[in-house]
């Protein structure tokens, strides 16, 4: 079965909407999303012009922010202290990967806390890994774990692999996993024996970026198969997930695209708007 993340994005999007409607007659003011690109990276441009379109769509104000690549890290750091300071703003999304002569961490430690609407903010990441329900999570794991929600997979006992050690998908993933009272696994390209692991999963998560790596020989009959790879190839855009053979064994599988991507987006926004209602409702 597919695990339909377009559907049930626009579910939450729609609850979203219409929470921001009723805020507004109740208190008069709505949720705003300060998003920040630097240069001009064709697929960061697209994600940062949907993320607008999306706070349009659910009555959320955006303030757009566009530099220059060679915009200084001063520059930049002084911008997100202005967006700190701005009580119209209640989530800060500053669009990664940034540029080379910029620090990310310096960035990102910039950002207030209760305006990490990423999830990125060590404090935050710490947070999750106690299991506090109430830090920001990052929107990508979060967003996983409420499609498995949605379609009442139950995860306690579950064998589970998340391929991918990134500080925003596979480390939040696999701690987000363990809360929920998985036995998880956590590998990379490099581990030994990797087929091994992933056949033995009830759950796989693919994190990797590579086009098609988990193929039908790697998982078991009746896996859940989560797959967040975008990799643009010359034969078109592909999961990290042989999907079309894959699909054949699993019993969940998530397609790429309108899989995790959608939910990743609906995240952001109920990230948004818990930071709100935190600082507007008493």
Request: hydrophobic share 40%.
């Amino acid at each position: 079965m597919r695990l339909d993340g377009k559907e049930l994005s626009q579910k939450l999007k729609a609850q979203i909407k219409e929470e921001t409607s009723q805020l507004k007659e109740r208190i008069g003011k709505v949720p705003g999303l300060a998003i920040v690109l630097l240069g001009d990276n064709p697929a960061s441009k697209i994600y940062v012009n949907s993320k607008i379109k999306g706070c349009s769509e659910l009555g959320f104000e955006s303030f757009a922010h566009f530099l220059p690549e060679d915009t200084s890290e001063e520059k930049v750091l002084e911008l997100i202290e202005n967006l700190n300071n701005d009580e119209r703003v209640n989530g800060i999304l500053v669009q990664l990967p940034l540029p080379k002569h910029i620090d990310e961490k310096k960035v990102i430690d910039k950002i207030a806390l209760e305006k990490d609407v990423d999830g990125f903010k060590p404090e935050n990441l710490g947070l999750l890994m106690l299991g506090d329900k109430n830090s920001m999570q990052p929107c990508t794991p979060a967003g996983i774990m409420e499609m498995l929600k949605a379609y009442s997979i139950d995860l306690i006992g579950k064998d589970v692999v998340v391929v991918g050690r990134s500080n925003i998908v596979g480390k939040p993933m696999a701690n987000l996993m363990i809360n929920a009272g998985a036995t998880v696994t956590v590998c990379n390209s490099k581990t030994k024996d990797l087929k091994k692991k992933t056949s033995e999963a009830d759950v796989v998560v693919m994190a990797i970026g590579q086009a098609k790596f988990l193929t039908e020989d790697m998982v078991k009959e009746g896996a859940i198969i989560v797959d967040v790879g975008i990799n643009r190839t010359e034969e078109g855009l592909f999961g990290d997930v042989d999907y079309e053979n894959v699909s054949k064994k699993s019993s969940y599988i998530t397609p790429v695209p309108g899989g995790v991507g959608p939910m990743t987006v609906a995240m952001l926004f109920a990230n948004t708007m818990r930071a709100f209602k935190n600082n507007n409702i008493k």
